[in-house]
């Protein structure tokens, strides 16, 4: 054999075995993650239910507050109502009185 056989076979001997340690570290790199990856999804899953359940509270409160405003709304505009009445049987008052005052004299 001659020297460029030598170098030949050294050559894929050398790049077999780097090929061949490439490979076992990245299959025990994917074995590492295929065993976290149930609790990577099991966080991930837990932070979801987390802001989903956030989420609905905050739209909860902000519904809760929009009929809070609709009903002092209503509230507001039957006082409104209820103090007009009011001020339209005063102003009848001071005109009975002071029809029957003028009747008296």
């Known amino acids: ?6 170098l030949l076979k050294a050559a894929i001997k050398k790049l077999t ?3 061949n340690e490439i490979l076992v570290d990245k299959i025990e790199e994917a074995t590492n993650i295929a065993q ?3 609790e990577i ?5 837990d932070n979801l239910k ?3 359940i956030d989420e609905a509270s905050r739209m909860e409160k902000a519904e809760n ?13 039957e006082i409104k109502k209820a103090l007009n009445e009011i001020e339209d049987i005063n102003k009848q008052i ?5 029809t029957t005052n003028n009747q008296m004299k």
């Open 94 to 98: 001071d005109l009975f009185n002071k």
């Open 65 to 77: 507050s929009q009929e809070n405003e609709s009903a002092n709304t209503y509230q507001d505009s």
């Open 17 to 19: 075995e780097k090929l």
């Open 1 to 6: 054999m001659t020297n460029s056989d030598y």
């Open 50 to 52: 987390e802001s989903i």
């Open 41 to 45: 999804l099991k966080k991930e899953f």
């Open 36 to 38: 976290d990856a149930p």
